[in-house]
């Protein structure tokens, strides 16, 4: 069989890089102290200003604590005390527009319905510098 010249030679343009950067407020809510610490090291690296909490009644303490409107609330679904949907549920009794990501090991479509607020975004556990900044970038652009 004779090669066809330039088949295979075609190089396709580098996909353009996605500026990941941001500066806003973000109050990141994890139990699991090396997955909150990872997070919040790569937000900041961001430019995001992050404040963090290891459960539920911690995120309400650093809320009243600081005078600062919180643009985006990351928090795992599962943690002692006061799990993320309940907490979701207290801060938006005050704060209807708060957008919200869920971190959780566990598969999206295995979390209970009923305790699930319609109005989040999910990021499944373990997840890349990458994917977390992604997310929080579209998150916050709607």
Same mark, same amino acid.
């Given at each position: %069989? #004779?090669?066809?010249?330039?088949?295979? !030679?075609?190089?396709? /343009?580098?996909?353009?890089?996605? #500026?990941?950067?941001? &500066?806003?407020?973000?109050?990141?809510?994890?139990?699991?102290?090396?997955?909150? %610490?990872?997070?919040?090291?790569? =937000?900041? &690296?961001?430019?995001?200003?992050?404040?963090?909490? !290891?459960?539920? *009644?911690?995120?309400?303490?650093?809320?009243?604590?600081?005078?600062?409107?919180? !643009? =985006?609330?990351?928090?795992?679904? @599962? %943690? /002692?005390? @006061?799990?993320? /949907?309940?907490? *979701?549920?207290?801060?938006?009794?005050? #704060?209807?527009? =708060?957008?919200?990501?869920?971190?959780?090991?566990?598969?999206?479509?295995?979390?209970?319905?009923?305790? @699930?607020?319609?109005?989040?975004?999910?990021?499944?556990? /373990?997840?890349?510098?990458?994917?977390?900044?992604?997310?929080?970038?579209? *998150?916050?652009?709607?």
């Amino acid at each position: %069989m #004779d090669k066809v010249e330039g088949v295979g !030679d075609i190089i396709k /343009p580098e996909e353009q890089v996605r #500026d990941l950067t941001g &500066n806003s407020t973000i109050l990141l809510v994890e139990d699991e102290d090396a997955v909150r %610490m990872f997070a919040a090291r790569a =937000l900041k &690296n961001k430019g995001y200003t992050v404040y963090e909490a !290891d459960c539920g *009644v911690s995120a309400l303490k650093v809320l009243d604590e600081i005078d600062v409107e919180i !643009d =985006l609330l990351i928090s795992d679904v @599962m %943690m /002692p005390q @006061m799990d993320g /949907p309940s907490l *979701v549920k207290k801060i938006r009794e005050t #704060d209807q527009k =708060l957008k919200v990501i869920f971190i959780s090991g566990y598969a999206e479509d295995a979390l209970d319905d009923t305790i @699930m607020d319609k109005d989040f975004h999910f990021l499944s556990k /373990p997840f890349s510098l990458k994917q977390l900044a992604e997310q929080v970038k579209e *998150v916050l652009e709607k």
